[in-house]
C-alpha cells in the first residue's frame, strides 16, 4: 500500500525560508543591477528659460594715482570726461582752507582801513561802487553760509571762495585809485598781493590727466589687483565680495582714470556643485540691481575649483552708471536650447559637471560638459572636449555611489 505525501509543520517551515531567501536574492539582484547600471535615459532636445542670481565685482580698466598734498581744489565733477593733459585739481602742501581765510581776513582788515580814509576825504560818503561790491561781497557770503549749513560741494565751494577774494580785490583796487594819498594803505596792499602771490603760484601745483577717459575721486585700493582679468581667482573675488568699501584717501589726494569707457567686466562665483552655470563664449542678457534697462554680456572664462567656479563676463557698454560700484546684485536671464538631462544626472569633480554617457563597446564613459543654463530640475549641457559629440538619443546613467565619492 502506498503512502501519500503529508506536508508536515517542518515542511512549511522550510517552504517559508525558502521563499523568502527568493525574495531576497530577487531584490538584491536588482538592487545589485541598479548599482552597477544606474538609472538610463537618452538626451533630448528642450529649450529651458533660466535664471542665475549673484553678487558680481566690477571689474574696470582704470589707473589709480596718489599725490602728496595737505589740501586739494578738486577742478572737475566726479564722472567727468577728461582728456590726457587736463587739469584735475590744484594741491597745496599747506591748508587750503586757512590760506584763503587769512587772504579774506587781511582784505576785510584792509576794507575797514580804506573805508575810514575815503570817510575823511569824501565827507562821510561812500562811492557807489563800491556800496555795489559791498552787496555783491555780502550776496556771495550768503550763498558760502547756505552752503556750509547743507551739504557742500567742495567744486562750487571753491568757486564761491575764489570769487569773494575777486570781489575783495576789485574793491580794494578802487578804493585806493579813489584817496588821495595811498601812503597808509601802501604795506597792507603789498602784504595782500604776496600772499596772494604764494597761494597761487609758490605753494600750489595743479595734477593733469595723463589718460583719455572718467574721473574719480573714490578708491577701494583693489584696482591694482583687478588689473588683469586673466589673473583673477576665486579667493581674491570672495574676499573683495565680502568687503565691498568705498572710501577716499584721507591723507592724500586720490585720483582714478578709468580709461575704456565703454566695456567693464563682471566677475562672481558660483557654486563647486550646483547646476547654476553658464557657458564660455555665450551671451547673457542680465540686470543689475538699481540701474535701470538691461545689459548684454558674454562668458569669457570659466574657472573651476573645489571652492567654487569663477565666471568673468566682459560687457560692452557705458561703464559710467558703475563707475564708483565694486560689488553689484545681478540677475542673469537666458532662454537655453540644447540637449538636457535631469540635474542629478551630473556629477560634479574639483568643480567641473561630469556626466555618464554610453559608448559604442557598452560601457558607460565619464564626459565632462558645459552647463550653458539650468532651471533647477534639468540641465542644457555641452561636452567640454571638442572631440567628442553628444546628440539627441544618446543613453545617460545616473552616477553611482562610489562614483560620486571618488
Not at 587772504?103 to 569824501?122: F, P
Not at 582714478?256 to 555665450?282: E, H
Amino acid at each position: 500500500m502506498e503512502r501519500g505525501f503529508r506536508a508536515t509543520k517542518r515542511f512549511y517551515i522550510l517552504f517559508a525560508a525558502s521563499a523568502v531567501l527568493l525574495v531576497v536574492f530577487v531584490v538584491a539582484a536588482i538592487w545589485l543591477m541598479k548599482k552597477v547600471t544606474g538609472n538610463v535615459r537618452k538626451l533630448e532636445q528642450m529649450t529651458l528659460y533660466t535664471e542665475v542670481e549673484s553678487e558680481a565685482v566690477v571689474v574696470r580698466s582704470e589707473r589709480l594715482f596718489t599725490e602728496s598734498a595737505s589740501e586739494s581744489h578738486i577742478l572737475l565733477e566726479e564722472g567727468a570726461l577728461v582728456a590726457e593733459g587736463d587739469p584735475i585739481a590744484v594741491l597745496y602742501p599747506y591748508s587750503y582752507e586757512s590760506q584763503i581765510s587769512a587772504i579774506c581776513n587781511k582784505e576785510a582788515a584792509l576794507y575797514t582801513l580804506l573805508q575810514s580814509l575815503l570817510r575823511t576825504e569824501m565827507g562821510g560818503t561812500l562811492p557807489d561802487t563800491v556800496i555795489s561790491y559791498n552787496e555783491q561781497i555780502s550776496a556771495v557770503s550768503k550763498q558760502m553760509r547756505a552752503s556750509s549749513n547743507g551739504e557742500r560741494d567742495p567744486v562750487e565751494y571753491a568757486k564761491l571762495e575764489m570769487r569773494l577774494i575777486r570781489l575783495q580785490e576789485e574793491r580794494r583796487d578802487l578804493m585806493v585809485k579813489s584817496l588821495k594819498n595811498t601812503e597808509q594803505v601802501e604795506d597792507a596792499v603789498a602784504e595782500i598781493d604776496a600772499m596772494r602771490k604764494s597761494f597761487e603760484t609758490g605753494s600750489a601745483r595743479t595734477v593733469v590727466s595723463e589718460y583719455n577717459g572718467y574721473i574719480s575721486f573714490y578708491s577701494d585700493m583693489n584696482e591694482e589687483n583687478l588689473r588683469d582679468v586673466s589673473q583673477l581667482t576665486v579667493p581674491l573675488i570672495k574676499r573683495i565680495l565680502n568687503a565691498p568699501s568705498i572710501s577716499m584717501d584721507n591723507e592724500n589726494f586720490s585720483y582714478r582714470i578709468v580709461t575704456d569707457r565703454s566695456k567693464f567686466y563682471l566677475a562672481f562665483v558660483m557654486s563647486a556643485k550646483g547646476a547654476d552655470r553658464l557657458m564660455p563664449g555665450l551671451s547673457y542678457s542680465f540686470t543689475v540691481k538699481g540701474i535701470k534697462g538691461a545689459y548684454q554680456g558674454r562668458i569669457l572664462t570659466e574657472r573651476d575649483t573645489d571652492t567654487g567656479v569663477l565666471y568673468v563676463m566682459q560687457v560692452d557698454a557705458d561703464v559710467r552708471p558703475l563707475l564708483t560700484t565694486r560689488v553689484v546684485e545681478i540677475s542673469v536671464q537666458n532662454n537655453a536650447t540644447g540637449l538636457y538631462v535631469p540635474t542629478d544626472y551630473i556629477q560634479y569633480t574639483d568643480g567641473i559637471p561630469y556626466i555618464y554617457a554610453k559608448s559604442t563597446d557598452g560601457t558607460y564613459q565619464k564626459i565632462a560638459v558645459y552647463i550653458a543654463g539650468s532651471n533647477g530640475d534639468e540641465a542644457i549641457i555641452s561636452a567640454r572636449d571638442s572631440h567628442i559629440t553628444l546628440f539627441a538619443g544618446l543613453k545617460v546613467r545616473m552616477p553611482i555611489e562610489e562614483e560620486d565619492k571618488s
